[in-house]
């Protein structure tokens, strides 16, 4: 029993000596499926990850700069290539983890179609969308308004959060009547509360959300661990449960 309990002992100090702490940099628009992913990985592996939720255009600029993050989970494929060829991180680790839809949306029942024709009505006082420089979601929604037509007739009525996650407390506080979200926001088990429309993928580029191993955390296991944990099943149900695809 004795050598039991030192093996034990001694197994759970092997283990806490290769855990390490992790600074993740998080798209807005990942905060929810990340917050569960981290939970099952950190029971899995024993590290302990640091999220950090932002705008992918401040992450660029934090990272470019020195910022002490280890692993960027991006709203887009070209920051972390970028980002790669500027030394700045590990590129053949870089990867799509998941592919993003758009939606319009209201918390109020029927208020949006869903075919998107109250764009066209113009019958509101202001609509939400992430700030086109700094968020990949705010500028597919931007491509979204020019390719209806409709881009100029409401400049107007435009109201910019920093990130997607501000322009969706627009949205829900009533600082705007709709708005331009990530579907992952409003979709909870499949299901949408308010009223909304899924933008068709030919309205904006694809919004493909590649993860990358930056140069803070070269060399650490635990990166390469997390980044292969995001191809898992386990994680991959989140994901899609939040209405991403792969």
Do not use: C
Not at 6 to 12: G, K, Q
Not at 70 to 91: F, I, K, M
Not at 165 to 178: K, P, R, S
Not at 219 to 226: Q, R
């Amino acid at each position: 029993m004795r050598q039991l309990s030192i093996f034990l002992l001694l197994s759970l100090a092997a283990s806490s000596a290769v855990a390490d702490n992790l600074r993740v940099a998080v798209a807005a628009n990942f905060t929810e499926p990340m917050r569960k992913i981290s939970a099952l990985f950190e029971q899995a592996s024993g590290h302990k990850l640091e999220l950090i939720f932002g705008s992918t255009g401040k992450f660029y600029a934090q990272v470019s700069n020195g910022a002490p993050f280890d692993v960027l989970l991006a709203a887009d494929e070209e920051t972390p290539a970028r980002l790669a060829a500027e030394g700045n991180a590990v590129s053949e680790s870089r990867f799509t983890y998941a592919t993003g839809k758009l939606a319009l949306w209201s918390p109020t029942a029927g208020y949006v179609d869903d075919q998107g024709h109250i764009l066209k009505s113009g019958s509101f006082r202001h609509i939400s969308l992430a700030n086109p420089d700094l968020a990949p979601y705010g500028a597919a929604a931007v491509s979204v308004l020019k390719n209806l037509g409709v881009y100029e007739s409401l400049r107007p009525k435009i109201v910019l959060g920093e990130n997607i996650t501000q322009a969706h407390q627009f949205v829900a506080t009533g600082a705007a009547e709709l708005g331009f979200v990530a579907l992952s926001q409003v979709m909870k088990e499949g299901k949408v509360e308010g009223s909304v429309w899924i933008v068709p993928s030919a309205l904006h580029a694809p919004i493909r959300q590649d993860a990358i191993v930056l140069d803070k955390g070269r060399g650490k296991a635990a990166a390469t661990e997390l980044l292969a944990y995001l191809k898992s099943d386990a994680a991959r149900r989140i994901i899609a449960s939040y209405g991403y695809s792969f």
